[in-house]
């Protein structure tokens, strides 16, 4: 048996620009809400892609579609009543094609840890499952 174990690049440069891809992914993630943009969420998060996480103490489930009519009819949007920016990467852990994201995020009045499950598509990061919890 002749097998060898191929020489493996450094995985912190080869994810760095998966890094960055989805680091963009949750800017744009962020600032959908942040301007009440439905076609932001769409770009953002895959078409199959579910919402879910307890608000009010009630299980709360949501398609893509049904999350960007919630975050399109917050009007005025945050941004034009100047609300304050929370956002925060706590934790990136990239797998293959596949990246776990939490977010710490202030939305409606509210601050949120997101747990954001990236998929790899055609070269493009988008969320294929977001976990919220409400932390204040």
């Given at each position: 048996?002749n097998?060898?174990i191929?020489?493996?690049?450094?995985?912190?440069?080869l994810?760095?620009?998966?890094k960055?891809?989805?680091?963009s992914?949750?800017?744009?993630?962020?600032?959908?809400?942040?301007?009440?943009?439905?076609?932001?969420?769409?770009?953002?998060?895959?078409?199959?892609?579910?919402?879910?996480?307890?608000l009010?103490?009630?299980?709360?489930?949501?398609?893509?579609?049904?999350f960007?009519s919630f975050?399109?009819?917050?009007?005025?949007?945050p941004?034009?009543?100047?609300?304050?920016i929370?956002?925060?990467?706590?934790?990136?852990?990239?797998?293959?094609?596949?990246?776990?994201?939490?977010?710490?995020?202030?939305y409606?009045?509210?601050t949120?840890?997101?747990?954001?499950?990236?998929?790899?598509?055609?070269?493009?990061?988008?969320?294929?499952?977001?976990?919220?919890?409400?932390?204040?």
């Amino acid at each position: 048996l002749n097998a060898t174990i191929p020489e493996e690049k450094d995985p912190l440069e080869l994810n760095m620009e998966d890094k960055q891809k989805i680091e963009s992914g949750v800017q744009l993630y962020f600032d959908s809400m942040y301007e009440s943009s439905p076609d932001k969420v769409r770009k953002a998060f895959h078409a199959d892609a579910k919402i879910t996480g307890y608000l009010q103490g009630r299980l709360s489930e949501m398609s893509v579609e049904d999350f960007a009519s919630f975050v399109e009819s917050q009007q005025p949007s945050p941004k034009d009543k100047g609300e304050e920016i929370l956002l925060e990467i706590v934790s990136c852990d990239i797998s293959g094609s596949t990246a776990s994201v939490r977010v710490r995020d202030g939305y409606i009045g509210l601050t949120f840890l997101d747990t954001l499950s990236f998929l790899k598509v055609d070269d493009e990061w988008v969320i294929y499952n977001k976990l919220f919890h409400v932390e204040s």
